[in-house]
């Protein structure tokens, strides 16, 4: 019964999200990712932050880390550094990647370490009780906004592609075999990939601005959502509040770990022995 | 080897996490502290080792827990201000029990203070400095050679009771050179980590041991395992149930409390017949044995007491004293952190005098010998 | 994770043709009836998902991959 299931720690579900919370479908996208590119689930990490994204990793049958809110992707710096041959994916929320974590995602990306991170954006703090966050769209509702956000949204994939990323995609939950397609492509690339994912949260959101279920939710990114290739073909006043999903960017760029590596290969075979290695000995761990 | 060379502080602690196996820094640069990170910098690669310098000390010390994870022995080297910043991953390193050393070289404050200068300003925030109620190691050295030595060794009692360890220094030593012979790294101790050695579906890795130190599996080796700041039952996973959380936190606590004798050290100077006692840790300690063999000189009997590890506090050294001395002096680089152990410690059955500094300059042995000459 | 043969196992999944559900898991959001080219599930009277008509189901599966609880399986 379903060959999906050996990914998953049966016995922490049901999860802890609410109905039609869209953490789920997006925890489905990445084991069939993982899956189909038939990666060894010991080598597997989910890393994550804080807040409902956060208890992903704790479903999964792999090496998982729940860490503090905002820092997922540096202990994924850390990990991957430390043992490349991990195959890291960074689960995180919009709160969690953009306002805690908005210097970590900024310089991730800039690093360009071999990471694959999702933003489950679902524009509002969830965990926490309906809070605006950094993606809550202008006059939206929110517990900490009651008379509407006076506060702009990040254009997240803008962002990640300034900061120099070598990957970067947006789907949604209902879009789900495109979101499979985006992640697996994140996984196949050397590199910083991030897929952003618009997510619904019905009750910290939606209750508050209109779309009281997840059913509703996940309809206004059926009518939103226009793919690339389509958006290519529409004027600018058919775009007005349209969603751009698909493979937004793409471009190589050198991948820190691999430099690291060569750097190591091209200093650990230079003949003259340093200064430092005189004054201590240094030379001799050098030949271990 | 074994040739003397003329290294700094800061260069030492960078020698001895290499003797130690460190291959993993992650760092901020910051004065005092930023020629740990230069050096490392420069010879981790040519060893097989990783550096990075991160965006701020939040990721510094969230890198050096990653690493930590995936088996490699890693530290971070920072000061006040940056220390600060750590503290949220440092609450984390304890309660998910992964081993790595934080150096943290002492300047002036508070705020951005004095940066090059020095202060010792932060021994209290070092035990007490994460929220939540962790407990902590941290080592003081005195002068070059022994920070050389206790990098290592916080480097072992990382791995050996599964923690983030302290390196306590402060400006002076951090930037002083001295003449030193390193010893040979090859004979240098290393404590391995406790490995699991059942199968990977019966990995319990907050397992309730004997020794209340459970075995550590690396990421990637096959122990597919759960690691989360959240309270959590001995398979890792989040828990709420009360009996379970008081196990955890207790054992988290508890595990220097019940290795207290093992981990604390001291050294003593002249504290045999000794009636005042002058208690100092770093620089300050090398004023303060100029001070008690000048008092010697002048016929005073002192003695001095210094805390090589600062956490756990020496408490029962200092309760077997006070009944002995007539005084003591404690002398600091702060307005009175560890006088208030040293009080607690003595139940206040001695006279207890502060010398304190906080102007970034050091305690001369003169202003320590008044002292003891006041209280003599 | 112990024994993860046997929890499996254990899983009482009701199976409709090419349709199982494993109801402790569904937390009746109703996305799979949504969307549901073919209108094959409802909710039943407790709120949970229920088979109305097996025979229209052409096993596209978009129900399995965007139920958030993994409580459909559509067997290939």
């Known amino acids: 019964m379903g060959r999906l299931l050996k990914y998953l720690r049966l016995d922490k579900f049901p999860t802890v999200w609410c109905a039609g919370c869209g953490v789920g479908i997006v925890m489905g996208c990445i084991i069939r990712v993982v899956d189909k590119l038939k990666v060894n689930p010991d080598k597997v990490v989910i890393v994550s932050g804080i807040g409902c994204s956060g208890r992903m990793p704790g479903y999964l049958d792999f090496n998982t880390l729940h860490t503090t809110h905002g820092r997922a992707l540096v202990f994924a710096t850390g990990l991957k550094l430390a043992k490349p041959s991990l195959e890291i994916i960074v689960v995180m929320g919009d709160g969690d990647a953009l306002a805690i974590g908005g210097n970590h995602l900024i310089h991730a990306a800039r690093r360009n370490v071999n990471l694959t991170s999702i933003i489950i954006n679902n524009w509002i703090y969830g965990m926490t009780g309906g809070q605006y966050s950094p993606a809550t769209p202008r006059g939206a509702f929110a517990t900490t906004a009651p008379y509407g956000n006076l506060e702009p949204p990040f254009e997240v994939p803008e962002l990640v592609r300034g900061s120099g990323a070598s990957y970067v995609a947006r789907g949604t939950v209902y879009h789900t075999r495109q979101l499979d397609r985006l992640i697996e492509r994140g996984m196949r690339k050397e590199g910083f990939g991030l897929v952003e994912v618009l997510s619904p949260c019905p009750v910290g959101f939606g209750r508050r601005n209109q779309m009281k279920s997840a059913i509703a939710m996940m309809r206004w990114q059926k009518d939103r959502a226009v793919s690339l290739k389509r958006a290519s073909k529409m004027n600018e006043e058919e775009l007005k509040d349209k969603i751009i999903t698909g493979v937004l960017f793409e471009r190589e760029a050198p991948e820190y770990t691999q430099e690291y590596e060569r750097l190591m290969s091209r200093v650990k075979t230079r003949k003259e022995i340093g200064k430092r290695e005189i004054q201590t000995g240094l030379g001799e761990i050098h030949e271990e | 080897m074994e040739k003397p060379a003329l290294i700094s502080g800061n260069e030492a602690v960078a020698y001895g996490a290499l003797a130690a196996g460190v291959r993993f820094f992650a760092g901020y640069p910051i004065t005092p502290s930023s020629e740990i990170a230069e050096t490392l910098s420069e010879l981790l690669p040519r060893m097989g080792g990783k550096f990075v310098q991160m965006e701020d000390e939040l990721a510094s010390m969230g890198a050096i827990v990653g690493a930590s994870l995936a088996g490699v022995n890693s530290m971070t080297a920072t000061s006040g201000p940056g220390f600060s910043l750590m503290q949220e991953n440092i609450g984390f390193a304890f309660m998910t029990e992964v081993p790595c050393v934080i150096v943290n070289v002492q300047r002036g404050?508070?705020?951005?203070?004095?940066?090059?200068?020095?202060?010792?300003?932060?021994?209290?925030?070092?035990?007490?400095?994460?929220?939540?109620?962790?407990?902590?190691?941290?080592?003081?050295?005195?002068?070059?050679?022994?920070?050389?030595?206790?990098?290592?060794?916080?480097?072992?009692?990382?791995?050996?009771?599964?923690?983030?360890?302290?390196?306590?220094?402060?400006?002076?030593?951090?930037?002083?050179?001295?003449?030193?012979?390193?010893?040979?790294?090859?004979g240098v101790k290393k404590v391995q980590r406790k490995k699991p050695t059942c199968l990977p579906q019966e990995y319990l890795p907050y397992e309730i041991t004997e020794d209340d130190i459970p075995p550590m599996a690396d990421f990637g080796e096959g122990y597919r395992y759960h690691v989360t700041g959240l309270t959590h039952d001995p398979t890792g996973f989040p828990t709420s149930n009360a009996k379970e959380i008081d196990q955890l936190v207790r054992r988290l606590y508890g595990k220097i409390e019940r290795y207290r004798d093992e981990i604390t050290r001291i050294e003593e100077e002249y504290l045999a017949d000794a009636q005042i006692l002058v208690f100092a840790y770093g620089s300050v300690s090398r004023s303060a044995i100029s001070a008690v063999k000048e008092a010697r000189a002048r016929g005073i009997k002192a003695g001095l007491l210094r805390p090589v590890s600062i956490w756990p506090f020496p408490d029962k050294h200092i309760s077997r004293l006070a009944d002995q001395l007539k005084a003591i002096i404690v002398a600091e680089m702060n307005l009175g952190q560890m006088i208030g152990e040293v009080r607690r410690a003595s139940c206040e059955r001695v006279k207890i005098l502060g010398v304190t500094r906080v102007d970034g300059e050091l305690i001369t042995p003169d202003e320590i010998l008044t002292a003891i000459q006041e209280v003599s | 994770m112990k024994n993860k043969e046997t929890l499996i196992e254990k899983m009482h999944w009701l199976t409709f043709g090419p349709i199982s559900i494993y109801e402790p898991w569904c937390k009746g959001c109703g996305i799979c009836v949504e969307f549901c080219p073919k209108d094959v599930l409802i909710l039943g009277e407790d709120g949970k998902l229920v088979v109305r008509d097996v025979h229209s189901c052409t096993e596209c599966g978009l129900c399995e991959i965007r139920c958030p609880d993994f409580a459909i399986v559509i067997e290939e």
């Not at chain 2, 035990?127 to 941290?138: E, F, L, M, P, Q």
């Not at chain 2, 030595?149 to 990382?158: E, F, G, Y």
């Open chain 2, 109 to 186: 404050g508070p705020s951005t203070g004095l940066p090059t200068k020095p202060s010792q300003g932060d021994v209290m925030q070092t035990r007490w400095g994460t929220h939540g109620g962790c407990n902590t190691i941290a080592l003081c050295p005195w002068s070059v050679r022994e920070t050389f030595d206790l990098t290592i060794d916080c480097v072992n009692l990382a791995n050996r009771y599964r923690l983030p360890v302290v390196l306590l220094l402060d400006e002076v030593i951090a930037h002083m050179r001295e003449k030193v012979v390193l010893p040979s790294f090859g």
